[in-house]
């Protein structure tokens, strides 16, 4: 996918109040969950011929919550520590289920720790196996998917913690933003991650471990 020059770059606005008015709903069930219950339920990829280590909240809340009556998404959170120096890189996933024409999407809108708008271009959108849709054995329109991913620094995930009421998040649709949706992940979760990840980074050598937390800091 090719961006334009201004989509690749980072802008920043101020965000309007009334934008709060559009606050996604959380289920029940997920506001309940508190940061170490999403710490217990991360998922650990570890393997021994990999540098890197993925640590991951995709088991944290395992329930689609729905977006409109065509259309319902879930996100997570990720972690990717190499193991030969500490560093970490964090990744934002979306998976979105929906109904009708393929969709386009290629940034992400969230706030800051200054309350200012960020328009960040996604890493990827990549769609899903469409090959069998439509045919003869459905009636009416197909159900299709898309996986969105997003890196982001480990400040503007702190950031989204300290605000307490969770990370408002807008995919943007192109080319005319028909399609934008926003969500929600709670802070409990992104929180969780964090814990999980000292508790990884706690187990790798003292140089390695040393290193990691510098380039947080950075």
Known sequence: MRFSSLTLGLATFVLASPAMANTPVVPRQLAKMDADAFRAKV????????????????????????????ASFDSHVEAHVNKRTG???FEVHQFLRYRGSQRLYDTVHFADHDNELVVRPLDYA????DSMCPNSDFAGDCALTMRLMFSVDETSLRAAIDR????DLKFKGSPDGRDDFRIRIVSAEIEGLLLAVGDYRATLPPHVNAGGLAAALR
Do not use: A, M, V
Not at 126 to 129: Q, Y
Not at 164 to 167: A, K, L, S
């Open 43 to 70: 998922t650990i990829d570890d393997d021994e011929l990999e540098y890197i280590t993925i640590i991951s909240t995709r088991e944290g809340f395992r329930k689609e919550q729905r977006l409109t009556s065509s």
């Open 87 to 89: 560093e970490t890189r």
């Open 126 to 129: 990549r769609r899903g196996d």
């Open 164 to 167: 307490g009421d969770g990370w």
